[in-house]
């Protein structure tokens, strides 16, 4: 694969525009070395995928399709640039930080699904039970027994009384990878 692209980077310049002959080659080596030295492709790699290595390999993928559209539509220029914006697309995050609060964007989410969300979203794992309740908005005096307690049983979090600081454990980790992300 990496052999092919190359013969093309290194194919005369009149072989094709650069784009394709130099550019396009470049990237798809990025992208294949990415999924494959990353873990990203094969089950049980050495390294965990991540979700800006996944990103990052989207986005570039995205780019590709991009430029062959462009390079070779045969479509109106309109049409082709159509096509290309929808691939451009920007995904919405699933939290929204502003002013030192956290929002999770997905309506659909139970309470106890936003604090799972929320929890993976912090480099720490772990949030004070008062900032948890204000980013989810719910009444701080239910908050503990309805959703916190039930999510300590399940083992998906660990809910510290004495700190009040909530932690997601490894099993509320996956369940955010498998079911939220």
Known sequence: MAEEC???????????VETIRTIIPRSIIFIYTLRNKRGI???GGDVDANSID????????????CELIRVYHK????????????LSVRELPAI????????VLKDVLSAKQKVLLLLYSEPSSSVLTEDLCSWVEYAPSMFSTRV??????ERLIEHDKDSELVYLSPKGAKYV?????
């Open 54 to 65: 996944a990103v990052t390999i989207a986005r570039s993928a995205d780019w590709v399709i």
């Open 75 to 86: 479509l109106s220029l309109e049409e082709a640039q159509d096509i290309v914006d929808s």
């Open 6 to 16: 190359r013969k093309l980077v290194t194919s005369p310049k009149t072989s094709a």
């Open 148 to 153: 916190l307690s039930k999510l300590h049983s």
């Open 41 to 43: 492709g094969h089950v």
């Open 96 to 103: 929204w930080e502003v002013a030192g609060k956290k929002r």
């Open 177 to 181: 990878e498998d079911n939220l992300l």
